[in-house]
């Protein structure tokens, strides 16, 4: 059973969107930040400083130099973090459907033409309104309800359990697959929704809960299966890091948002199994595939966009922040997890940033293997920092963190309609051949409003 939930948890979350309109002056006289290598250095916009249109006119600044300061910390930046974060909002609300599903946006903001609509679309919207909401956005409740009913009424596969991959625009399913990558964004769905007070987030919650703990849960190894078909008959025998990977972020927003140990505790079997085993193991790079009985597949290669070959140094980095937010919860103890998290970040810096900028998208043996260059890696390599600064208040770090976002804004950022390019072409500019339009606001929008955070965890934020 699930533990009740604190009745203040929800309120607690009103402190948290206070304190990130909190604007802090930063302490230090104004000055150039001296960055310590080439990879740290600022990429220069076209107005020579830090900045993005601001759709009242003029430019809105990223963020200050300061030498002693930290941007996480900084007026200028704080502001910067929830206008990006608004501007995002403001494309993606737009997508929602008079059906109640949802399209996706082309580069200037009109719907994409119609396609089925993918689990971890319908799911991404949920958490990342509710996720909004919780910092005090304003008009989210449209798309949380809508993508709930979504969830419950189209995805759910009433029949034989759990979440359809994709459903056509008639509700018919168009791709009954059961993966545990669908099912552990419904899992933060759900309980983004529960800190975000929705009425249905509980039984989603438990249903989902029931579901990977029936028929995706692998107790001898501490892992999560992958892949079944609509009746829960295998066809393969794939196991990933990818699911697994976002069934920590899934399991550590459960606990948050329900006080119930056992999610902790899974995510802490699976971190141990990817960031205590595996990555130091292999040069703290860490494998992306493997055989049933978990161990490493080096030759597999899939889906080109969710199971390219080799390693993925995005997710490295991903997984260092929430390896940061576990330790943070289960009460800190002792070094061993910081010290890992931070491995796998700058390892992942050292390998795939470019020379031009931007991360190559795959390793192969520790070389750039697929040079693409997407925007969801910097996302999650600006959240990475975010955690390492919080961690520390490390002048290196603090580097990073802003040449990341100046690459962000100088590259990825739409300054005329809002939301990020997904993808950049070798000339450094916006490309459409992995992506069309603009797939997602979940990745851009946390890097945006998780930095606002104080704390490694939501949970000690609200403490």
Known sequence: MLATPSPTRVSNWSKIADESKLIWQ????????RYTSAAAAPHKCA????????????????GQDTDTGFWIDNTVH????????????????????????????????????????????????????????CFGFADCDAVIDAGMAYLWQAHRDTQHGGY??????????????KLAYGHMFVLLAA?????????????????????????????????????????????????GMNANMHGVEAHLAAFEATGEARYLDRAGRIIDFF????????????PEHYTQDWSVDPAYEGNPMFRPAGTTPGHSMELGRLTLQHWDLAGRKGDTAPKAARHLILQAITDAWRPDGGFAYTLKDGQIDRPDRYWWPVTEAIGALAALVKLDRNPQDEALYRSFWQFAQSHLIDPDHGGWFP?????????????????????????????????????????
Not at 26 to 33: E, H, I, M, Q, T
Not at 47 to 62: F, N, Y
Not at 123 to 129: E, G, I, N, P
Not at 275 to 286: D, E, Y
């Open 26 to 33: 930063p302490p230090g006289a104004p000055d150039k930040l």
């Open 47 to 62: 107005h020579d400083r830090a900045c993005i249109r601001s759709p009242l006119g003029g430019t809105m600044q990223i």
């Open 78 to 133: 704080r502001a910067f973090l929830r206008h990006d974060a608004q501007r995002q909002l403001d494309v993606f609300r737009q997508m929602l459907r008079a059906d109640g599903g949802f399209n996706l946006p082309s580069w200037d903001g009109t719907p994409l033409p119609d396609a089925p609509q993918e689990l971890h679309t319908t799911t991404r919207m949920v958490h990342s309104f509710a996720l909004a909401k």
């Open 164 to 177: 359809l991959w994709s459903v056509a625009r008639d509700g018919s399913p168009a791709d009954a697959s």
């Open 191 to 239: 309980s983004t929704a529960k800190e975000a007070g929705h009425p249905d987030a509980d039984r989603l919650l438990a249903d989902v809960t029931q579901v990977l703990d029936t028929h995706f849960w692998e107790e001898a190894h501490g892992l999560y299966a992958d892949e079944f078909n609509r009746d829960w008959t295998p066809f393969s025998t794939y196991r």
């Open 275 to 286: 960031v205590h085993q595996m990555a130091p193991a292999n040069g703290w790079r860490l």
């Open 423 to 463: 993808e950049l072409d070798d000339a450094g500019k916006p490309a459409q051949h992995q992506f069309i339009g603009k797939p997602d606001i979940y990745h851009a929008l946390q890097a945006d409003l998780l930095p606002l955070i104080p704390h490694l965890s939501r949970a000690a934020a609200s403490a």
